[in-house]
């Protein structure tokens, strides 16, 4: 079994700002960093750190040389990573005192997948093979059909929640991992227990992942459904937690953990990613993880 990710690599430039800003307000920021992230880069590395050989499938502009080293540094594959010209993917991230986010996204060279180069890819990969999908790419929807036709395990994060989705075939998703939010905006409604039942009715074969924030977390299938709760921390910033899980998830799949184990394990990985700064620095290792009390 190989571990594919075809998603984002960003450029993080964050503010740490009193409050989000206002319509209309002009604000000063209390600091500013940059970091490396994009919700495939955060996902391929936390998957890294829990211990899983992934591939990451992307582009990089002219400005991207960094990913390349950041990838080999965190031991993720970059046999599927292109280089071309003009500018690269960039974030930019409002983070305020409460520790909660906003984020603006400038999509750069992450847009600019042909189905050429997604053929290219999967050429090497086949039944079995799991793939993890976000939202910050375009041709999705090929993907998709392409993954689909291989018979992969085609895992999907539907974020950022979009008209691009509404191209995809999300019967052809073997697991979704999505938050309350887009759980939302996939289903119609706000409730947990109507968003899994109105996607396993939608979808009966996929399996659901529905984290809830501070209600923790909910995995359910058309046999079983388990439960984890959050491990409190001090909160520093929430921008990599949901890709920390979703790595560790990928991870703990490919390992053929127990649902339970899972959910515990990305639930603990959370936890550490949220009491640190910025997106793919935050992710612990493995071995953080089952050494840390919380």
């Given at each position: 079994m190989k571990?594919?990710?075809?998603g984002?690599l960003?450029?993080?430039y ?6 989000i800003v206002q319509?209309?307000?002009t604000?000063?920021s209390?600091n500013?960093?940059t970091f490396f ?11 890294a750190r829990a211990g ?5 499938a ?13 990838c080999?540094?965190?031991g993720?594959?970059?046999t599927y ?15 305020n005192?409460?520790?909660q986010?906003c984020?603006i996204?400038y999509g ?10 997604v ?6 990969f086949?039944?079995?093979d799991i ?5 910050e790419i ?5 993907i998709?059909?392409r993954a689909?036709?291989?018979k992969m ?5 539907p974020s ?9 075939d999300?019967?052809k998703?073997s697991?979704?991992?999505?938050n309350?939010v887009e759980?939302?905006q996939v289903s ?5 227990e109507k968003i899994?039942g109105?996607m396993?009715?939608?979808y ?6 529905l ?5 923790g ?5 058309k ?11 001090k909160?520093?910033?929430?921008t990599?937690a949901?890709d920390?899980f979703?790595g ?5 799949l490919?390992?053929g953990?127990p649902?339970?184990?899972t959910?515990r ?5 959370s936890?550490i990613?949220?009491s640190?700064?910025g997106?793919?620095?935050?992710i612990?290792t493995?071995?953080?993880v089952?050494?840390i009390?919380l």
């Amino acid at each position: 079994m190989k571990v594919l990710n075809f998603g984002s690599l960003n450029y993080d430039y964050v503010y740490d700002v009193d409050h989000i800003v206002q319509p209309g307000e002009t604000l000063d920021s209390l600091n500013m960093g940059t970091f490396f992230g994009g919700k495939g880069l955060n996902q391929s590395v936390a998957m890294a750190r829990a211990g899983v050989h992934v591939y990451h499938a992307g582009m990089v502009g002219e400005d991207g040389d960094a990913f390349y080293e950041l990838c080999r540094e965190n031991g993720v594959d970059t046999t599927y990573l292109r280089k071309i010209d003009g500018r690269n993917g960039h974030a930019i991230i409002q983070v305020n005192r409460e520790a909660q986010n906003c984020i603006i996204i400038y999509g750069g060279s992450n847009r600019r997948i042909t189905k050429e180069f997604v053929d290219e890819v999967l050429a090497d990969f086949g039944e079995g093979d799991i793939i993890m999908l976000q939202n910050e790419i375009n041709c999705l929807d090929y993907i998709i059909d392409r993954a689909y036709e291989k018979k992969m395990t085609v895992i999907l994060n539907p974020s950022p929640y979009d008209s691009a989705l509404d191209a995809c075939d999300m019967k052809k998703v073997s697991i979704f991992l999505l938050n309350e939010v887009e759980g939302k905006q996939v289903s119609g409604y706000e409730e947990p227990e109507k968003i899994i039942g109105a996607m396993l009715e939608k979808y009966p074969d996929a399996k659901i992942v529905l984290t809830l924030g501070e209600n923790g977390v909910v995995y359910a299938d058309k046999d079983k459904r388990a439960q984890q709760g959050i491990f409190k921390v001090k909160a520093v910033d929430t921008t990599a937690a949901g890709d920390t899980f979703t790595g560790y998830f990928v991870a703990a799949l490919a390992k053929g953990l127990p649902i339970e184990e899972t959910l515990r394990l990305c639930s603990k990985a959370s936890a550490i990613a949220v009491s640190r700064k910025g997106a793919t620095p935050s992710i612990p290792t493995m071995e953080e993880v089952e050494n840390i009390e919380l």
